[in-house]
């Protein structure tokens, strides 16, 4: 049962991060991204976490969203060179996903909603 469900998330991870984001005719909404994009398959629907990814809330302190949306498109080029989030990723059971294919646009977006959670 762990096998399936292990592999039905991944699963899940892998196309969310090849799905593209339908292109939009005003601003990005940061909220509809993180589901579309299966953010909350890993993060949970608040962004509060589970075994397989961190908590999102309380972030403020740690990034800027220029750093957040520079790692969303590349997580793990950006995690080589973090000492804390090389710590952080020994904790879960999967690593982050890249989303190379989200406009800068959509990461900052996706970065002010992650920042705005308290």
């Known amino acids: 049962m762990r096998f399936t469900t292990t592999a039905l998330v991944l699963a899940g991870v892998v ?52 750093t957040l949306a520079e790692y969303i498109a590349n997580s793990p080029a950006y995690a080589a060179h973090d000492e804390r989030l090389k710590e952080q990723a020994t904790h879960y059971s999967l690593p982050m996903t890249s989303y190379p294919g989200l406009s800068l646009e959509q990461r900052l977006a996706l970065a002010d909603l992650v920042l705005g959670m308290k």
């Open 15 to 66: 196309l969310g991060a090849c799905s593209k984001a339908a292109p939009s005719a005003g601003p990005v909404d940061g909220a509809a991204l993180f589901r579309e994009q299966n953010c909350v398959q890993c993060h949970g629907p608040d962004g509060s976490g589970s075994n397989l990814a961190p908590t999102l809330h309380g972030k403020q302190g740690l990034w800027t969203r220029e």
